[in-house]
T-cell receptor, first 116, second 114 residues
């Protein structure tokens, strides 16, 4: 149990376009999901905390108007990269916390975004 | 702010060798400490955790002890296997600064040769 999926696994888009990445908890409900960004050979950087039914909380330095997060249900959170530029190319990873009050995060396999 | 520092990789060992991956942390409050593993093409998985000083986390032959006096949480395994090849991340979670947030080290890529 505790499987998290991401779709797509990789995507290539042109500069200036928007791309949406989905994060789903397949066999549990997740009130809280997290979005991370991982640069090559570097650590995961927390971008934002996504809570079902409320606005996401963004980490310092993350542009909330560029990285739109919607947590519409207890099993789905989406990250939309708006007006993408080559510097947005990265590996985006989500995680989900089972139920409420839990603390263990279950991670998705990640989405590779390349902006040309 | 909170931070985690891991030993630089990559690390290459022969099968059955002893493994140590160093991890030290800086944190206010009393963090929980974690080791995550990322196998090729897969998401991060929790390997082990410790929630208070002197706790030892263990799983799949891996161990790590929460050392408050040295602010360390080194990962060890007595005899590694080829299947242990992966990227290992040390992390801390400080509930005092926002529940459940994780701060990761930079990751250590481990390759085990047969």
């Amino acid at each position: 149990g505790a499987v998290v999926s991401q779709h797509p696994s990789w995507v290539i888009c042109k500069s200036g376009t928007s791309v949406k990445i989905e994060c789903r908890s397949l066999d549990f409900q997740a009130t809280t999901m997290f979005w991370y960004r991982q640069f090559p050979k570097q650590s995961l950087m927390l971008m934002a905390t996504s809570n079902e039914g409320s606005k996401a909380t963004y980490e310092q330095g993350v542009e909330k108007d560029k990285f739109l997060i919607n947590h519409a249900s207890l099993t789905l959170s989406t990250l939309t990269v708006t007006s993408a530029h080559p510097e947005d190319s990265s590996f985006y990873i989500c995680s989900a916390v089972r139920g409420t009050g839990g603390y263990e995060q279950y991670f998705g396999p990640g989405t590779r975004l390349t902006v040309t | 702010g909170n931070s985690v520092t891991q030993m630089e990789g990559p690390v290459t060992l022969s099968e059955e060798a002893f493994l140590t991956i160093n991890c030290t942390y800086t944190a206010t409050g009393y963090p929980s400490l974690f080791w995550y593993v990322q196998y090729p093409g897969e998401g991060l998985q929790l390997l082990l955790k410790a929630t208070k000083a002197d706790d030892k986390g263990s799983n799949k032959g891996f161990e790590a002890t929460y050392r408050k006096e040295t602010t360390s949480f080194h990962l060890e395994k007595g005899s590694v296997q080829v299947s242990d090849s992966a990227v290992y991340f040390c992390a801390l979670s400080d509930f005092g600064q926002g529940a459940q947030k994780l701060v990761f080290g930079q990751g250590t890529r481990l390759t085990i040769n047969p």
